[in-house]
């Protein structure tokens, strides 16, 4: 089995959803492939139009903006399961995991458009997501991340997802890695 482990902190190894998503992926079991989206690139206008070009219509410098892209929707669609670390930054998403979103959405490679509405191409897997706050609870109103990433990912066919939450980690770091933790225990590899 091959594991798709995705990191969006900035805070590298002090990072709680890094712990996290190393916990589900020993917990999992299988090769783990980890993609570190610190160093993603922003989409911008020129991005855009190289990925609503045609892919034989694409020039060279169109093939080179939509490389990067073209990598990560490789990994999302060679795993057999996805991790993704999500801490909750601002009640939103980080900027490293908002790139990686923006990358991996692309019409005809993981969704297209269809009368009856966009159609994901992404074949079904399991999702897990590693969720790290410093007081919000997840799925709370203030907590905008959760659903965000939920609505993404099933647009691009993925829906079967769950949710392990360390929650008050301001409060108490270790009292929720080990909630979280408990979590983690109930996976079924």
Known sequence: MSILRIDSSIKGDASVTRKLTGMICEKLGGDVVTRDTSNLSLIDGAWLGAAYTPAENRTAEQKELLKVSDELIAEIKAADEIVIGMPLYNFGVTGPLKAWV???????????????GPEGLVNPKRVFVAYASGGVPQGS???LASSY???????????????????????????ALAKAEEQIKGLAA
Do not use: H, N, P
């Open 149 to 175: 990433l939920k609505q993404v990912l099933a647009f691009i066919g993925l829906t079967d997802v769950t949710f392990i939450s360390a929650e008050g980690v301001a409060m108490g770091e270790a009292e």
């Open 102 to 116: 923006d990358m991996i959405c692309r019409v005809g490679e993981t969704f297209r458009y269809t009368e009856a």
């Open 141 to 143: 109103g203030y907590d």
